[in-house]
């Protein structure tokens, strides 16, 4: 039996594109939306694991961090998992995961980043050991490549026209435009982008808490007939109570982003009313086990479902599996953005992006290996080890 013998883990920073930083420097804040975080936003942090097993097979996780959104820092998931989760992984087999998560639950409160980490580390070397990808370990693979949405921060009408459009010559159908400057330059936007684009593409929008409750039930009522699949996060991520105020007096389905970390936050957004779309990645509501949890609660709720983040090469292959088994529970295009914005992904194969597509990576577990020049190159700290 392989049991995980030793954990490695690494933060590290990864900086944004050079066109990045200029396109979201083009908005107020230099942040390409309307959150109020005062310190500039210059790329991802991450932690990267690295589950050891005695016969030499490692299961890989990331997650990735920003302190405004995650409340968490690289150093304080690294801290957490060092003196407090180890415990419950070391010595196991990582095919008891229920196990090792109803421990994890029990003895660290919240952290689902941390727990999530872990969790996804887990299936990766699940698929080692048996060879298989981690589609077929959860579902099966039900298609071979999946639809992407694209992101376009927020800025001058004419700029995120300029960005939109140069997703659009490549192929991608779907996008995410960032709003919330003020009502009028909302509508401006979507006015503009839908005369030009017609009605083929789909479009989501995210406020970053932008509004207040009365403010976002007007902002999101006034494009409506622009046809919005949904509209993200457009209040306070602690304002539950707002989120219902405007989701019972708006046609466009809600989601939360910023205020969804676990998955009693989701249930409590879901039973109050307040949410109509549920948005998962790698971090929220943590890891793999929990993410299929949340869905299976969704759709028999009859919400729908996507899944979006700005990850590394290791995370970016775990939403692709994800989607390819459960891909006929999953509503809308997903956005995996971190090829576009970050200066690496660390992977020594890139995943394959093509006409908008991604392909699901063949290799057993998430089908991707770590490119450790890479990792060292921008690690902000040395690997931890924590061994059995």
Not at 72 to 85: E, G, M, T, W, Y
Not at 125 to 142: A, E, F, Y
Not at 342 to 358: F, N, Q, S, T, W
């Amino acid at each position: 039996m392989d049991k995980i013998e030793s954990i490695h883990l690494t933060p590290l920073h990864v900086p944004f594109k050079e066109a990045v930083r200029k396109a979201m420097g083009e908005s107020e804040g230099g942040l390409g939306m309307p959150i109020e975080a005062e310190e500039a936003w210059l790329g991802g942090d991450f932690v990267i694991c690295e589950l050891m097993t005695k016969n030499g097979l490692s299961g890989l996780g990331e997650v990735f961090v920003w302190l405004p959104e995650s409340g968490v820092s690289p150093f304080q998931i690294i801290d957490a998992i060092k003196n407090c989760l180890c415990k419950y992984i070391l010595g196991e087999n990582p095919f008891n995961l229920k196990r090792m998560n109803h421990r994890m639950d029990i003895n660290l409160a919240r952290n689902e980043v941390a727990k999530g980490l872990i969790d996804i580390a887990c299936y990766d070397l699940m698929g080692k050991i048996t060879n298989l990808p981690v589609c077929d370990l959860i579902g099966g693979r039900n298609v071979n490549e999946i639809p992407l949405a694209a992101l376009i921060p927020l800025g001058a009408p004419i700029l995120m026209k300029g960005i939109l459009r140069s997703y659009y010559k490549r192929g991608f159908r779907s996008f995410r435009l960032k709003l919330g400057n003020n009502i009028q330059e909302d509508v401006e936007i979507l006015e503009m982008i839908r005369n030009t684009f017609g009605n083929e593409i789909n479009l989501r929008v995210d406020y970053n808490q932008a509004y207040n409750p009365a403010q976002a039930v007007q902002a999101i009522n006034a494009i409506e007939h622009f046809g919005i699949d949904y509209a993200e996060q457009p209040v306070n991520s602690n304002d539950i109570l707002g989120m219902v105020y405007v989701q019972k007096r708006v046609n466009i389905p809600l989601m939360a982003h910023e205020g969804f970390f676990s998955l009693r936050d989701f249930v409590a957004l879901v039973e109050l009313g307040a949410v109509k779309v549920l948005g998962l990645n790698s971090e929220r509501p943590g890891g793999v086990s929990k993410a299929v949890e949340a869905l299976n609660y969704a759709k028999m709720k009859g919400l729908g479902v996507v899944l979006h983040n700005q990850p590394l090469g290791i995370a970016s292959a775990m939403h692709i599996h994800f989607v390819a088994a459960n891909y006929h529970m999953i509503d809308y295009a997903t956005e995996l953005f971190g090829q576009e914005m970050l200066v690496d992904d660390l992977i020594k194969e890139p995943i394959e992006y093509i006409g908008g597509m991604a392909k699901v990576p063949e290799k057993p577990g998430w089908g991707v290996e770590l490119d450790f020049n890479s990792l060292n190159r921008y690690a902000t700290d040395s690997t931890t080890v924590i061994d059995l």
